[in-house]
Every structure is written in structure tokens, then in C-alpha cells.
């Protein structure tokens, strides 16, 4: 029987790692910019607008992420486009994202004072350089912390990607196991790559946190 | 290619459906119970003097709040039974659940404690109550109060959470559902319903929540 040494095990998880660490920048990336029209429509002053924005956000954070990528991946082939794991995992992670995203973000544009708005408004500026010019600047300093904490959620989500076939370090866990028969070192390894990612972000985020509440 | 969508092919496994909602809802109830009175353990922890007691306590809620929760439910599953702890697929859902909810509510419950105002502990002090008692009649309940609504979004969070139990074969929502798709070939539709179902799942538990927390903390005073 082949013997596999720690090595071994080690050096394949951190391989896999690279495409949980690729998965989460492609999924947080294009999930902020998705968040932020999303977030737009949502704070818009056209009704239509705001509404379908909020359905999509209360969907989204009302169903589990299991069943978005599952949808997703089977969906996606109804509308004539080729489903494979990666495109699957990160369209499903990135309306994911862009829905949790707008719906912190939101509230940070909701503690911009009401005066804010009004005083824009009397200068007469239209709602998009409202957006651009005074209240996103405002918004932008206290969404920082939440945003770099919730990336904590992204990366965490990418190791459900695993269950509809991406192989990335939780999935590539499994296949060792199946290999190795020790899943008690194999998913304890997979559960410390995942710590040394996300705990950085933890911290920082709470660092920041910190940092914006003294400067208040 | 058209394709034609054919939702009543489902009304077969109606049973099978209803069995994993009754599951889903099975292990969310135990599962919340067992995981907020953890936190409130975790929570006392974490604020008491003693020091060793906080250190671990907070060693633990950083291990859970920064790794997946099907990596948890995966080393429970496969890998204690190496250490001579075997559990059921049901037994190990709820277990990892427990300790995922826990770790979350440890911290949620704490910010509750920590915003409690001094003054009311050093009232409840003068009156000659004991730490335990200053905790349990003067700081949880109010405490409690203010970080019910944080602690409802994460006990749904849990549950929308468990569907990635179906992995350990636990038989729940997202587990019927893929036995469902298994047997009519119509996983675009399963996965639909199974959605709705979670949606209006996700809804019915944040309605009961926050009539439970109406009941228990109105007052924001926790009753004898």
C-alpha cells in the first residue's frame, strides 16, 4: 500500500488552496461591484427599482447558498450557457456576495444624515452625483469594517462550492481522505488553512473597527 | 432547445418532502436551544474573572467563527469516530450545529453583557447578591433583550446552514431534495421548490423568533 507522509497531504491542500483563495477574490471582486449597482437600485428614488432590489436581496439572504449554486448550476444551462463547476461556483458566490454586500452597505448609507441629503438636493444636484460626490464618500469610511469582515463569509463559502464539484481545498480534502483513510488530520488541515486565511481578516476587521470608533 | 418546465412531477414525493422539512425543523429547534444556552455559558465565560476559563473560551469562538461550518460538520463526522467517537448522521448535524451556533451566540451575547451599565451590577452588588446571581437577575435578561434581533439573523443563518448537513446523509430538506432529483431527473425544478421552501422556512422562524423575544425580554427584564 502507498504510504503518503504529512508532506504529502500538506503540500496538495495548499494546491487547492489557491483556487479557495481565487474563488474568494473573483467572488468578492465582482460581488462588490454587483453590491454597489445593487445597492444603488436599493437607495434609488424610483420604486420599481427599489423594490426589486430588496426582493433579490431578502431571497438571497433567506435561502441557503447550497441551493443558489445548485440553481445556478442548473439554470444556467436552461439559458444556453455551459455550466461547468467554476462558472457555476462563481456566479452562485458572486450574487451571494453582491446581495450581503448591498444590504451592509445600505445601512451605511442610511447613517449619513438625512441633512446630507436635503442640503445636496437644494444645490440641485440629481441622485447620481448625490451618490458620487456626498453620500458614498460618507459611507465609504464606516462600511470598511463590515466590508473586510464579511469577506470572513466569502471565503467561508467558497469550501459549498465543494458539493456541486469545484475542487478547491475542502473538496480536495475529501478526495485525500478517500485516499489516505485519516480524515481526522486531513480535515483538520483543511480546517487550519481555512483559519489562516480568515483570521487575518477577523482581526483586521475588528482592528478597523477600532481604529474608525476612536476617530469618532 | 426549449425547455419545458414540469413542476408536477413532484407532487409523488410530497412525503419525502415533508420528511426532510420535519427534519430541517427538528434539528434547528434542538440545535437552537442547545447552541444559545452554550452561548450564554460562553457568554459567562468570557466575562468572568477568571482568566484561563475567558482564554479558552475565546481560543474556541475564533476556531468556529473562522472555518466553514461543512468543514466542522466534516471533522465531526469523519474524523472523530478516530478517536473512538462514533455518532449518527442526525447526532453529528446536530452536534456541529451546536457548536457552530455557540461559538456565534458566545460572541453575540457578550457584546450584550458588556453594554450592561455598570451601575446595575454594583446595584445588584450592594444588595448583597453574589456573581451568579448579579448575572443571572440583573445582567441576562436585559442583556438578552438588546441582541435578540442579531441573535435571530444568526439562528437563521444556522439553519439555511444546515442544507450542507445532506453531505453527512443526514435526511433533511436539501437531502430530499437530492434524492428527489435522483429519481425524476428534474433538478432545476427540485432545487426551486427546496428554495421556496427554505425562503418561507427562513421567514415562519424570524416571525416565531421575534414572538418568542416579545414574550421573554419585553421588559428587558429576565423573570424569576
Given amino acids: 500500500m502507498l504510504e503518503f507522509t ?26 462588490g461591484v454587483a453590491g454597489l449597482l445593487l445597492l444603488l437600485a436599493r437607495v434609488s428614488p424610483v420604486p420599481p427599482l427599489r423594490v426589486a432590489a430588496r426582493l433579490f436581496i431578502e431571497v438571497f439572504q433567506g435561502t441557503p447558498l447550497l441551493m443558489q449554486l445548485f440553481i445556478v448550476f442548473f439554470a444556467l444551462p436552461l ?25 451592509i452597505w445600505r445601512g451605511c448609507v442610511e447613517a449619513v444624515p438625512k441633512g446630507q441629503w436635503e442640503a445636496s438636493a437644494s444645490l440641485a444636484m440629481n441622485f447620481g452625483e448625490q451618490m458620487r460626490h456626498v453620500i458614498l464618500p460618507q459611507a465609504l469610511r464606516i462600511a470598511v469594517p463590515p466590508t473586510v469582515g464579511f469577506s470572513v463569509q466569502v471565503v467561508k463559502g467558497t469550501a459549498v462550492t465543494s458539493i456541486i464539484g469545484f475542487v478547491e481545498v475542502t473538496k480536495a480534502g475529501t478526495m485525500i481522505t478517500n485516499a489516505t483513510f485519516q480524515p481526522f488530520l486531513v480535515y483538520g488541515l483543511v480546517g487550519l488553512i481555512y483559519f489562516a486565511l480568515c483570521y487575518p481578516l477577523s482581526l483586521s476587521a475588528k482592528a478597523l473597527e477600532r481604529k474608525l470608533n476612536v476617530a469618532r | 432547445m426549449a425547455y419545458s418546465f414540469d413542476f408536477s412531477s413532484l407532487l409523488d414525493y410530497t412525503p419525502v418532502l415533508v420528511d426532510g422539512i420535519v427534519t430541517t425543523i427538528g434539528l434547528t429547534a434542538v440545535s437552537t436551544v442547545l447552541g444559545v444556552a452554550l452561548g450564554i455559558g460562553g457568554a459567562a465565560a468570557r466575562t468572568s474573572t477568571v482568566k484561563p476559563l475567558a482564554v479558552v473560551v475565546g481560543a474556541y469562538v475564533e476556531l468556529i467563527r473562522n472555518t466553514p461550518f461543512l468543514v466542522q460538520l466534516f471533522f465531526i463526522f469523519f ?146
Avoid: H
Avoid at chain 1, 88 to 101: E, H, N, P
Avoid at chain 2, 88 to 104: D, F, H, P, R, T
Avoid at chain 2, 123 to 140: E, K
Fill in chain 2, 79 to 224: 474524523g472523530l469516530p478516530s478517536l473512538g467517537i462514533r455518532l449518527a448522521e442526525w447526532q453529528a448535524a446536530v452536534l456541529a450545529m451546536v457548536v457552530n451556533l455557540g461559538a456565534y451566540s458566545t460572541e453575540i451575547i457578550r457584546a450584550g453583557i458588556d453594554a450592561t451599565p455598570k451601575g446595575q451590577i454594583e446595584a445588584g452588588a450592594s444588595l448583597g447578591m453574589t456573581g451568579p446571581q448579579i448575572f443571572r437577575y440583573v445582567v441576562l435578561g436585559p442583556a438578552m433583550g438588546k441582541i435578540w434581533p442579531a441573535l435571530t439573523s444568526q439562528i437563521v443563518i444556522v439553519m439555511l446552514g444546515s442544507s450542507v448537513c445532506s453531505q453527512i446523509a443526514a435526511e433533511e430538506l436539501s437531502f430530499a431534495a437530492n434524492f428527489i432529483q435522483s429519481r425524476n431527473f428534474r433538478p432545476f425544478e427540485v432545487y426551486f421548490l427546496a428554495t421556496a421552501l427554505y425562503l418561507a422556512l427562513a421567514v415562519a422562524l424570524r416571525w416565531i423568533l421575534s414572538l418568542v423575544g416579545g414574550r421573554m425580554f419585553a421588559k428587558g427584564v429576565s423573570r424569576a
Fill in chain 1, 79 to 103: 439559458i444556453g450557457i455551459e455550466t461547468t463547476a467554476w462558472t457555476a461556483a462563481a456566479v452562485g458566490l458572486t450574487l451571494f456576495t453582491a446581495a450581503y454586500l448591498a444590504e
Fill in chain 1, 6 to 31: 504529512l508532506w504529502d497531504i500538506l503540500s496538495n491542500l495548499l494546491l487547492a488552496a489557491r483556487w479557495t483563495v481565487l474563488l474568494s477574490l473573483i467572488a468578492f471582486v465582482s460581488g
